[in-house]
Every structure is written in structure tokens, then in C-alpha cells.
């Protein structure tokens, strides 16, 4: 079976400070994907970076990188120089090679940046 | 590019109402799209995947008579909660890819809200 797990269920973070959103996943699977999304309180999902099982380096989108840690099954997204807008639930998705390759969420972070 | 559309955004009727989402991809064919439900402060539960022309399968424990799914062209699909009840008050959101190599754009959401 496939699973996302996001441990932390709300994080805070200084503003202007870097952040680690953890995530794990299991899988079998060889092929798959990993993805990180940020949904405000507005409720839209915003995507912000993507990691490919066999890519080699790790994705970065400007402030966000992923720590992609393949023998762990980890992939945390880091933000650096945390800003108000930041604040958000933050979700880790994967798309593993089922039939319909769809994505399955894990259960988020509500990321608080503080003044 | 990508953009998905959701419509209504908000929607509060009466228990017993029907009440009908429309999930719209602008500028590109979605062969495949997606509909979730998001409790309050948790995470995104897929509900079924549909694929243009065919029936849309469910996942287990989504009543099908009670979520009609139509996918009958490659920009729309449409929900509709049949017979709503306050039970069915939640957030729904969808999203749509062209296909399985592709990454899911979602629309910003409908709140609905039965009383």
C-alpha cells in the first residue's frame, strides 16, 4: 500500500528564518513522484515543487527545496527565508504507477510564520 | 497555462437540495479528472477519478448514487450531491490532468454548506 506521512501537525517559524516540513512515504513501487503543496486559508491548492523518483538532485523552485532522501523515504521541504504569506497548510503528495496514477496526500502542516 | 475552474465557490441551500459543481479545465483537455472532499483542517480524501466518456470509479465508501459524476467532455466534469444533507457539508475540491505523465491542477474549491 501506498502512504504519505507528515508528522508535524503545526510548525511555527520567525520570519526571515528557514523552514524543514517533514515527509515520508512508502512504497514499493520503483517509478513515482513526489509533490508539495501549499493550501491557504482561502482553500485553493497552490503547487510548489515536484520530485521524480529517479531524478538525481534535488528540486528547488526559489525559496522552496525538497530534501530528497531516497533510502530514508523522505522528501521535506525546505523554505527558506520564511515570509507572512508563507503561513499555510502545507500538504506532501505522492503519485506512485497505479492504474489511474493519481495522487495521494498525506495529512499536512499548518505552517504559522511569526512577525 | 493549466488553469482549472471551479464554480460555485460557495454554495449554502436547504437539506434535500441537489446541488451541482462544475470543474472546468480553460486551456487544456483533461482526459482525467479528480474529485476530492477536505474536512475542516484535514486532508484531501479523493472521492472518485473520471475519465471523459466513461463511468467514473469511486473509491470505497463514496456512495455513487449520492455523488453523480459526469465527465461527458475533455474540459468538464460535474459533481452533484444528490438529496444533500448537513452530513455532506464539507469542502470540495477538484483538479485535472491531461494524462498520467502529467502533473494534477486543481480548482480552487467549493464550500458547501447545508442546512
Known amino acids: 500500500a501506498q502512504k504519505i506521512t507528515q508528522t508535524q501537525p503545526g510548525m511555527f517559524v520567525q520570519e526571515k528564518e528557514a523552514v524543514t516540513l517533514d515527509c515520508t512515504y512508502d512504497t514499493s513501487d520503483q517509478s513515482y513522484g513526489l509533490f508539495w503543496y501549499k493550501q491557504p486559508s482561502s482553500g485553493e491548492m497552490i503547487f510548489l515543487i515536484y520530485q521524480g523518483s529517479y531524478d538525481e538532485q534535488n528540486a528547488t523552485e526559489g525559496r522552496y527545496s525538497l530534501n530528497f532522501q531516497k533510502a530514508r523515504k523522505s522528501a521535506n521541504l525546505v523554505i527558506s527565508a520564511s515570509q507572512l504569506g508563507d503561513s499555510a497548510m502545507y500538504f506532501c503528495a505522492m503519485r506512485y504507477s497505479g492504474s489511474a496514477r493519481q495522487l495521494t496526500f498525506g495529512s499536512g502542516t499548518q505552517l504559522t510564520v511569526l512577525p | 497555462g493549466a488553469v482549472v475552474s471551479q464554480h460555485p465557490s460557495r454554495v449554502i441551500c436547504k437539506s434535500g437540495t441537489s446541488v451541482k459543481i462544475e470543474c472546468r479545465s480553460l486551456?487544456?483537455?483533461?482526459?482525467?479528472m479528480f474529485w476530492y472532499r477536505q474536512f475542516p483542517k484535514q486532508s484531501l480524501m479523493l472521492m472518485a477519478t473520471s475519465n471523459e466518456g466513461s463511468k467514473a470509479t469511486y473509491e470505497q465508501g463514496v456512495e455513487k448514487d449520492k455523488f453523480l459524476i459526469n465527465h461527458a467532455s475533455l474540459t468538464l466534469s460535474t459533481l452533484t450531491v444528490t438529496s444533500a444533507h448537513p452530513e455532506d457539508s464539507s469542502f470540495y475540491i477538484c483538479s485535472a490532468r491531461v494524462d498520467s505523465n502529467q502533473p494534477q491542477h486543481f480548482g480552487d474549491g467549493t464550500r458547501l454548506s447545508i442546512l
Open positions: 486551456d487544456f483537455q483533461a482526459t482525467t
